[in-house]
């Protein structure tokens, strides 16, 4: 925007008036200015290890809107500033504030991983069901039949992130538990100081994000981790073949009992969301899910999909 002032000057007038003019007109632009950049500027914070994802669609979306600022919220900084909050989990009924609401914009999925070196690689021919790894993770059992004590499997050391990361939740939401019931040791931070973990622990054993478990350029899987063995049906065994676009491709099509697979979204207010946001937001939806893949989350089905698009068109529609 672009505001010319014209002076017109008397011979009255004296100099040090006029420049006191231009002194205070000059403020009032800059404040204008500093408005805008403020109005043009979107804040985002959130669950860290989408952080990579919702880089490269803020890269991608400024090429064509190089005229707004997006950025993601450093650690320091709280959710309260922040204009969309990603969330990684099913939201408790107490989670989100009056007013707000989520979008969903893409899935991931948790692999089940440990150490290359583990026996139980060489030993464990049949794979583990959905059943074993519930018994293996939670403290808590989670069937009808009486309980009873079970001699273990396998030696193993279970890691996990705190009960408040959302990786967490999503494991204990999908096994029928809640985060605290989840067994082991706890490892503060990004979760991928979870692999420094079992790195270090030949029989150490944890969950994980696709994006985090394989090296993002040659898909594999990162050197010194390998699967857990799972007891996986037919159309579900190339995962254990280990190359992230396989398991992507079989995670969008298929369910597989014992990989949890959660939705990612945004949590925004209903009614104070700026055009910028709303933009961005349906931009993701239409042109952002093409790079999911590519850092290791799976998209959103067609069905999914369109209902989202949909809400945010008819919330959005009149926003100029």
């Known amino acids: 925007m672009i505001i010319i002032f014209i002076f017109k000057t008397t011979e009255n007038m004296k100099p040090s008036r006029f420049y006191q003019l231009l002194f205070v007109f000059s403020i009032a632009i800059t404040g204008i200015s500093a408005q805008n950049a403020v109005n043009e500027t979107v804040i985002i914070s959130g669950t860290r290890f989408t952080y990579p994802l919702i880089e490269k669609w803020i890269a991608e979306y400024a090429k064509i809107n190089p005229g707004l600022t997006i950025k ?10 922040s204009d969309l909050s990603i969330i990684a989990h099913q939201p408790a009924t107490d989670e989100l504030k ?56 396998f030696r193993a050391t279970i890691y996990a992130r705190d009960n408040k990361a959302s990786a967490s939740t999503t494991l204990a939401q999908y096994f029928g538990h809640v985060s605290s019931e989840i067994r082991g040791k706890k490892v503060l931070g990004d979760d991928i100081y979870l692999l420094s973990a079992i790195s270090k622990d030949s029989v150490g054993i944890t969950f994980n994000n696709l994006g985090y478990l394989f090296d993002l ?22 995962i254990a073949l280990g190359n992230l676009d396989e398991v ?67 919330k959005y529609l009149s926003l100029k």
């Open 248 to 314: 992507i491709s079989i995670l969008e099509k298929t369910r597989v009992e014992s990989i949890p697979v959660e939705k990612i979204g945004f949590i925004y207010s209903q009614r104070d969301t700026r055009k910028e946001v709303a933009d961005f937001l349906k931009w993701v939806l239409a042109d952002g899910q093409q790079f999911n893949h590519g850092k290791g989350f799976l998209n959103l089905d067609k069905q999914e999909l369109a209902e989202q698009t949909n809400h945010l068109t008819e």
């Open 217 to 238: 350029q040659s898909r594999k899987l990162k050197e010194g981790i390998a699967l857990l063995p799972l007891d996986l049906k037919k159309d579900a065994k190339n």
């Open 72 to 81: 993601l919220a450093k650690t320091t900084e709280t959710s309260d500033a």
């Open 98 to 153: 009056e007013g707000q609401a989520v979008v969903y914009t893409g899935r991931y999925g948790l692999l089940p991983v440990t150490n290359s070196k583990n026996p139980v690689l060489a030993t464990n021919k049949k794979g583990l069901s959905k059943k074993d790894i519930d018994k293996l993770f939670f403290e808590v059992a989670n069937y009808d039949e009486e309980p009873v004590v079970e001699k273990p499997k």
